[in-house]
């Protein structure tokens, strides 16, 4: 096995599979490094219509269907009693061409994107861990552990698509941004016995809010539905000795009558976990010689979903940025990097700026009774489909809409929900 690459990615989650099969495809040799035995659990099951044409240039969009993933064609907004229901219906939105997209399992979905990274030419490290990173010249020193087996890779370029280990930024102790949101942390598994609706809107996404945090229902298969709860409860709450995941989920289903009635015949698949620590961003998300894709460059909270498409659009602009300096025989100038981190913060931001409304109450109120006039919530319809660049149509649109929450917090424009 040779030693030298031109490009080595950390991790073969959607960033990093993304990344190593563009990049083989235009004839580089890279070398994808993944820590994790696969198939592994993971959530971040549902995907948005704006990353479709993302799966296209893949070529694997085609192969969503053989693979037997749900058709995702919009996404349920539900109260707390059941009694309000808001309903995207993505070909309904002021951007046209984003009819569905899918629901997947991860653990059958991150194989099928390594796989296609591999069968365009990657080499495929696994499990293998990354235990540390040179720069020197116009190379980078890998060291590598496979168990029993230890070794030094150089490669000309280094992407780091490690998710939320963030193995680079935090090896290079780069600055973070300060983001004012409370730690957050998640409760999840996956369930048989929930009941679905007819039809296509089977397949939404249904999001339910409390009070100090969200449910998420999405249903994976015929018969399992991943169901999660994120709460923004203080972390000596969940991080005590003795806490009981299971027990606190129970406990947040009761609070809702909703919920109560969606899981009363649900069965747990597999034991319960927790994620803690959710929202952070790295200031800068590359240098001359690396990038940070992904979660490694930044997390959100997933409540709308963009998780795995913010992967793997960054992803797809890290490796044209690659390539492109590549193919000059030279290193990322400064505005190169300056420009992939600003224009993936823009991305985020217009995420963030959704989730923002979702939970401040007066906001909330005004998501949970939508109006479309001036076609304002086909507007907030393409955000949630992942729009994240919206051209002037949308832009102002969804800018007029928010400012419509804010103004709600003085004016009582909407009375408030109920949130237990």
């Known amino acids: 096995m040779q030693d030298s690459y031109d490009v080595l990615v950390i991790g073969a989650g959607p960033a990093g599979s993304t990344a190593a099969a563009l990049l083989a495809q235009r004839g580089l040799q890279v070398c994808m490094v993944e820590r994790d035995e696969f198939p592994r659990f993971k959530i971040g099951e549902s995907l948005l219509p704006g990353g479709n044409h993302l799966l296209q240039r893949l070529g694997l969009w085609e192969k969503m269907d053989e693979a037997g993933f749900i058709r995702k064609y919009g996404a349920e907004f539900v109260s707390q009693d059941g009694a309000s229901r808001v309903h995207t219906v993505f070909a309904e939105g002021l951007v046209k061409g984003l009819d569905y997209t899918y629901q997947v399992e991860r653990s059958r979905f991150d194989t099928l994107l390594r796989d296609n990274a591999v069968e365009a030419g990657a080499t495929l490290l696994q499990p293998c861990r990354v235990t540390g990173a040179v720069h020197s010249g116009d190379h980078w020193s890998i060291s590598l552990d496979a168990g029993q087996a230890r070794r030094e890779l150089r490669a000309t370029w280094l992407l780091d698509a490690s998710g939320r280990t963030a193995f680079l930024g935090k090896r290079l102790k780069l600055e973070q941004d300060v983001i004012p949101y409370p730690k957050r942390f998640a409760v999840y598994n996956h369930f048989e016995g929930i009941p679905r609706r007819a039809g296509r809107e089977g397949g939404n996404i249904i999001i339910t809010r409390l009070r100090d945090g969200w449910f998420w229902a999405i249903?994976?298969?015929?018969?399992?539905?991943?169901?999660?709860?994120?709460?923004?409860?203080?972390?000596?709450?969940?991080?005590?000795?003795?806490?009981?995941?299971?027990?606190?989920?129970?406990?947040?289903?009761?609070?809702?009558?909703?919920?109560?009635?969606?899981?009363?015949?649900?069965?747990?698949?597999?034991?319960?976990?927790?994620?803690?620590?959710?929202?952070?961003?790295?200031?800068?998300?590359?240098?001359?010689?690396?990038?940070?894709?992904?979660?490694?460059?930044?997390?959100?909270?997933?409540?709308?979903?963009?998780?795995?498409?913010?992967?793997?659009?960054?992803?797809?602009?890290?490796?044209?940025?690659?390539?492109?300096?590549?193919?000059?025989?030279?290193?990322?100038?400064?505005?190169?990097?300056?420009?992939?981190?600003?224009?993936?913060?823009?991305?985020?931001?217009?995420?963030?700026?959704?989730?923002?409304?979702?939970?401040?109450?007066?906001s909330y109120a005004v998501f949970m009774a939508p109006s479309n006039r001036f076609r304002l919530f086909d507007s907030v319809n393409s955000i949630v489909a992942g729009n994240s660049s919206p051209g002037f149509s949308l832009r102002w649109r969804f800018r007029l809409f928010l400012l419509i929450c804010r103004l709600n917090r003085y004016l009582n424009i909407v009375p408030p929900q109920k949130l237990a």
């Open 219 to 362: 249903p994976l298969d015929e018969k399992k539905t991943s169901v999660g709860v994120v709460s923004t409860r203080k972390k000596e709450e969940w991080a005590q000795p003795g806490f009981q995941p299971q027990d606190f989920f129970s406990a947040q289903i009761t609070r809702s009558p909703y919920l109560s009635g969606l899981l009363a015949a649900a069965t747990p698949c597999d034991e319960f976990r927790v994620t803690a620590d959710y929202t952070y961003s790295f200031t800068h998300y590359a240098g001359p010689r690396y990038m940070l894709l992904g979660d490694a460059a930044g997390f959100i909270d997933p409540i709308f979903s963009s998780g795995v498409y913010l992967a793997m659009r960054s992803a797809t602009m890290a490796a044209d940025a690659v390539w492109q300096a590549h193919a000059s025989g030279r290193a990322l100038q400064r505005h190169e990097t300056s420009a992939y981190t600003r224009q993936l913060k823009k991305n985020v931001r217009v995420m963030r700026d959704l989730i923002e409304v979702y939970y401040e109450a007066d």
